[in-house]
C-alpha cells in the first residue's frame, strides 16, 4: 500500500483540507482510500491517507477534514486493469484540488 510521506525535519503547518465522505473509497485499520473529486483532471487517482488524520469537525453535508502538514508528499495512483501509473502530489497541489467543494 503506498504511504503518505513526511519529511523528518521539517513537516510545517498541520491544516485541514475539506473532503466530502464520499471521497472515500475504502478504509483498513490504519488508513483510508481517498479518490481525486470527478471534477479535477486527476478524476480516477487515488491515495492513502492515515485515518487518524481524517475527522469529522461537525461539518454540514456530510464534509470531513483530512489534515496533513504542508511538507507532505501524496503518493497519488490510478489503476486501471494492469494499467498502472504513480505521481507524487504536494500538500498545495492536493488542496487546490479539493478546493472546489
Known amino acids: 500500500m503506498p504511504r503518505t510521506k513526511v519529511k523528518p525535519k521539517e513537516k510545517g503547518r498541520l491544516n485541514a483540507i475539506m473532503i466530502h465522505k464520499e ?4 478504509t483498513t485499520d490504519k488508513a483510508a482510500l481517498i479518490k481525486m473529486p470527478n ?3 486527476l478524476k480516477g487517482w487515488k491515495f492513502w491517507h492515515p485515518l487518524n488524520m481524517i475527522q469529522n469537525d461537525g461539518h454540514p453535508g456530510g ?3 483530512l489534515y496533513a502538514y504542508e511538507a507532505w508528499e501524496f503518493n497519488a495512483f490510478l489503476s486501471l486493469g494492469t494499467y498502472k501509473q504513480k505521481k507524487t ?3 498545495d497541489q492536493v488542496l487546490s484540488l479539493f478546493r472546489k467543494l
Request: aromatic share 8%; glycine share 0%.
Open 23 to 26: 471521497d472515500i473509497e475504502h
Open 39 to 41: 471534477h479535477t483532471a
Open 63 to 65: 464534509l470531513l477534514s
Open 89 to 91: 502530489l504536494t500538500f
